[in-house]
């Protein structure tokens, strides 16, 4: 049930990011803040489709 995602900077959207996420447990979009390197920031990152 794990799919793999890409989570992308909502500030510059750059894709910086691949996990994976359970779709049973966690139907709807994931947010995470983690560091951008393009922003030199920590920024909130989404995922992407």
Known sequence: M???IILACSE???????TTKN???????LELRKYCRYC???TVHR???
């Open 2 to 4: 794990r799919v793999q």
């Open 23 to 29: 779709k049973r447990k966690h139907p709807d979009r």
């Open 40 to 42: 030199n920031a920590h």
């Open 12 to 18: 510059c959207k750059q894709r910086n990011y691949a």
């Open 47 to 49: 995922e992407v489709r």
